[in-house]
């Protein structure tokens, strides 16, 4: 894993959103991958929805050059690697072996974060994406159960 990223001079709303992630995955009391995905997608389209104008305007500094890359991708990095932590402590019996790579929380990530910019130009609704959540669902899971090379 990698090095945890010093939060000294870390922008204060990318602080916040990384704290917020974090303890999302850890209120996630779910038993099973299956159950966490679930519960991830609830909680992402939900978070996402209300958090929408702090989360452009990180990006928007980032991309002024007012987020240092170091410190924005230290904390994507943080978060991705807590989810995937969370993801292979849920599959002892490597039913999913994507999670037990680091491909696993990076596949999760990017279909969900593909579906928030989604949500973010206006081709969903929050509550189109909470009415396809079972097949996002399931599509993540097929990904997750393809064999590691």
Not at 72 to 79: D, L, Q, W
């Amino acid at each position: 894993m990698k090095q945890k990223v010093s939060h000294e001079d870390m922008d204060q709303t990318l602080r916040q959103l990384e704290k917020d992630y974090i303890e999302a995955l850890d209120r996630n009391q779910s038993t099973s991958v299956e159950d966490f995905i679930d519960q991830f997608l609830k909680d992402s389209w939900e978070y996402n929805h209300q958090n929408m104008e702090n989360i452009k305007l990180v990006m928007k500094r980032y991309s002024q050059g007012d987020i240092y890359s170091s410190k924005f991708s230290g904390a994507f990095i943080e978060m991705v690697a807590h989810l995937q932590e969370k993801l292979a402590s849920l599959d002892g019996d490597n039913h999913y072996p994507l999670v037990h790579s680091q491909l696993g929380a990076s596949v999760l990530v990017a279909i969900v974060d593909g579906l928030v910019v989604q949500l973010y130009t206006g081709m969903y609704q929050v509550e189109d994406l909470q009415d396809y959540s079972s097949q996002f669902k399931q599509v993540i899971l097929r990904a997750l159960s393809t064999p590691t090379v």
